[in-house]
C-alpha cells in the first residue's frame, strides 16, 4: 500500500479575537511602508476604513483608498483598485470588509506583481511569475473565510463567468479575524454569510479531498457555526456568538481551501454570475437540495457530523443519524429564513432558459468533482428546478 501524505497551507500569520483589528498598523509596518486599502461603501459609512487609517497612521504606514466594491467581485473591480494601487505606488494591501473586499485585494495583490488578466491564471493556464503584494485581510463578516485561503473568485464581465482561482500566491500573509467588526451586520447578511460557512465546512468534510486535518478544522467549524448562528440572527449584539461564528468560519475556510468545496458551490457560482444573486444566499438556497442528493453516498460523514452535535446519536443507525443531520441543517435554515430561488425574484423563464449554461459552468469549475456521488449535465439542471422554488416551511420546519 502506497504512503499517503498531505498539504496544509494556511496565512503565516493569523491573528484573532476580540478588538484584534486594533493591531492592523503592526502587522502592516511590518510589510510596507504604503498600504492600499480595499473596502465598501458600507465599511467607509460604519467608519472601519477610517478606524483602518487611523491605525495604519499610527505605525508610520501610509494608506490609499480603494471603496468601489458595490456587489460581488469582477474583472472591472480588479483593474479599478490595480489602477489605484499602481498609481499611488502601494507596497502592500489591507482588505477590510466581506469576502467580496477580500477576492477582490488578493487578485489586486498578484497582478500588481504579475503580467495579464487575472482569468489567465485559472486552473493550471499560467502560474504567477512573480510573489504578490502582501496582503492582511480583515474580515467585517463571518463567512467566506477568504482570509485564510489560497482561493479568489472573480467575475468575467465579458462572459458572465465566476472565475475560481486556486494558488498558493493568493493566502493572505496575515488574516485578522476580530469578532467586533461583524456586529455591522445586519441579520440577513448574518444569516446568508454564516451558511455560506456552514457550507465550507460541510462541503469540505464531504470532498472527496478531505484529509484528518480538514475534517478536525471542519467538525469543529461546523459545531460552533450551528450552535451559536441562530443566536447571532436574533441577537445580533451577542459578541460570544459573533466570536463562536466568526471562529467557526475562519476554521471552515482552512478546511475547505485545503480539501476543496463540492457541489453547492458549483452550483452557486453561475446563480451568482447570471443572477447577481450574493455568494452567501446562493449557496444557502442550494445546501438543503444538494445534501438530500448526496445523502446516500456519504451516509458514514453525515452520521459523523450529527453524532459530533448529538453524541447521543450514536445509540441509532447511521442511516438515521445522517437523515436527522439532514434535517437539522434544513431546520436551521428555515429559521434564518433562507429564501428559494422564486422568492428572492429570479424570473422562472430566465432560470429555465439557463439550466444548461449553468449546468455547464458548474461542471466547468471542477468542484462537483469532489462531490461523494458525481453528478451528470442533467442531474444538475434537475437539481437547479428543484432547488427554484424548495420550500422548507413543512410542519417541522415552521
Known amino acids: 500500500m502506497l504512503n499517503e501524505f498531505y498539504e496544509v497551507l494556511m496565512p503565516k500569520k493569523m491573528l484573532y479575537g476580540r478588538d484584534s ?25 460604519v467608519g472601519n476604513v477610517s478606524l483602518c487609517e487611523s491605525y495604519l497612521q499610527e505605525r508610520g504606514v501610509a494608506a490609499a483608498r480603494y471603496t468601489g466594491i458595490d456587489a460581488e467581485p469582477t474583472d472591472l473591480h480588479v483593474q479599478a483598485a490595480l489602477d489605484v494601487c ?32 487575472i482569468g489567465d491564471y485559472m486552473g493550471s493556464q499560467k502560474a504567477f511569475a512573480a510573489p504578490p503584494l502582501p496582503l492582511v485581510a480583515c474580515p467585517t463578516t463571518a463567512g467566506t473565510g477568504s482570509e485564510v485561503t489560497k482561493v479568489t473568485v472573480i467575475i468575467n464581465t465579458q462572459t458572465q463567468v465566476k472565475m475560481m482561482i486556486s494558488k498558493p500566491e493568493l493566502l493572505p500573509a496575515v488574516a485578522i ?26 462541503e469540505a468534510y464531504l470532498s472527496r479531498k478531505s484529509q484528518p486535518v480538514t475534517d478536525t478544522l471542519a467538525l469543529t467549524a461546523i ?17 460570544d456568538a459573533r466570536e463562536k461564528v466568526a471562529l467557526g468560519a475562519m476554521l471552515a475556510g482552512a478546511a475547505f481551501s485545503n480539501a476543496s468545496v463540492t457541489l453547492v458551490h458549483g452550483m452557486s457560482r453561475p446563480i451568482g454570475a447570471l443572477f447577481h444573486v450574493p ?36 445509540h441509532v443507525s447511521k442511516q438515521q443519524a445522517a437523515e436527522q443531520t439532514i434535517a437539522k441543517i434544513k431546520e436551521l435554515c428555515a429559521l434564518l429564513h433562507i429564501p428559494n430561488m422564486k422568492s428572492w425574484g429570479i424570473d422562472q423563464e430566465a432560470f429555465e432558459r439557463s439550466l444548461s449554461k449553468m449546468a455547464t459552468d458548474a ?36
Open 177 to 202: 479575524v476580530d469578532p467586533v467588526l461583524t456586529l455591522s451586520c445586519p441579520p440577513a447578511v448574518t444569516a446568508a454569510t454564516g451558511v455560506d460557512a456552514l457550507c465550507h465546512a460541510v
Open 21 to 45: 483589528f486594533s493591531q492592523v498598523g503592526i502587522q502592516a509596518a511590518e510589510l510596507g511602508k504604503k498600504a492600499l486599502i480595499i473596502s465598501d461603501p458600507v465599511m467607509e459609512k
Open 223 to 239: 459545531a460552533w457555526i450551528i450552535g451559536n448562528l441562530l443566536q447571532c440572527y436574533r441577537d445580533g449584539e451577542d459578541l
Open 363 to 398: 461542471l466547468a469549475s471542477g468542484s462537483p468533482g469532489n462531490n461523494p456521488i458525481v453528478p451528470t449535465h442533467q442531474e444538475i439542471m434537475h437539481l437547479y428546478q428543484v432547488s427554484y422554488d424548495y420550500e422548507l416551511t413543512s410542519p417541522r420546519f415552521a
Open 86 to 117: 499602481v498609481q499611488e505606488k502601494c507596497e502592500l494591501i489591507v482588505a477590510v470588509g466581506g469576502g467580496s473586499c477580500i477576492d477582490t485585494a488578493k487578485a489586486v495583490a498578484v497582478m500588481a506583481t504579475n503580467e495579464g488578466y
Open 279 to 314: 455568494h452567501g444566499i446562493s449557496n444557502a438556497m442550494l445546501l438543503p437540495v444538494v445534501l438530500d442528493y448526496t445523502k446516500d453516498s456519504a451516509v458514514d460523514k453525515l452520521a459523523n457530523i450529527g453524532c459530533h452535535l448529538h453524541p447521543e446519536w450514536k
